[in-house]
């Protein structure tokens, strides 16, 4: 990372921690800039105001909520399970980690600001089902999978994914899960998810 994508990081970083704290429309460029460390004239330089910088937090956090499902179906392992349970466990780190729950509450306590939410939407979760759709479509075409509607398998399944930790974390109702924790849930999405549309014959 460079220096000037450090020093970005870290202004978005400390927009998101103040927005959540104070309000989006409470909160100034001065708390952002007192914050970070950084002079006005720095921060200025890479957001002229706090409405580029709520655009930048969100967009970012949609397009790396896509690269983390992208990524795991890059490297998945052979056989449809061991697959989708591997995409499901990237999926989850990615979700549950605080930087990520950080930015998705701002994103809906602010999804109404001039078509913020529909932006977000189309860059993360609509990205995530479709490339989910078009593995589970491979699947429904081999007979791995019974024939169903793929697009609304992939939201099932995604559903699955967030269903045993995604409200609890962003209500700040449970703690962090652990590692193993988290890949038991994907192990239990994936196994919900195949008795669901599950061929006759075994998935592999």
């Not at 239990?188 to 998810?193: D, E, L, Y």
Request: charged content about 20%; aromatic content about 6%; some cysteine.
């Amino acid at each position: 990372m460079t220096k000037s994508e450090a020093r970005r990081e870290a202004i978005l970083r400390t927009a998101t921690e103040v927005f959540h704290e104070a309000g989006f429309d409470r909160a100034s460029m001065s708390d952002i800039c007192n914050r970070v460390g950084y002079s006005k004239a720095t921060v200025y330089a890479y957001f002229k105001s706090k409405e580029e910088l709520l655009v930048a937090i969100a967009l970012d956090a949609a397009e790396a909520e896509f690269e983390a499902v992208r990524a795991a179906l890059g490297e998945a392992p052979a056989g449809l399970q061991a697959a989708l349970e591997h995409v499901a466990q990237r999926y989850l780190a990615h979700a549950c980690a605080p930087a990520t729950l950080a930015a998705r509450r701002l994103m809906l306590a602010e999804a109404g600001r001039a078509g913020l939410g529909q932006q977000c939407y189309d860059l993360g979760p609509a990205r995530v089902i479709a490339v989910l759709a078009a593995l589970l479509h491979a699947a429904m075409d081999d007979g791995r999978l019974r024939d169903a509607g793929s697009e609304l398998a992939a939201r099932h399944l995604k559903g699955l994914f967030d269903a045993e930790w995604s409200e609890r974390l962003l209500f700040q109702a449970a703690g962090a899960p652990g590692a193993d924790q988290l890949a038991a849930a994907a192990a239990r999405a994936v196994a919900v998810f195949l008795a669901a549309y599950g061929a006759a014959t075994s998935v592999s």
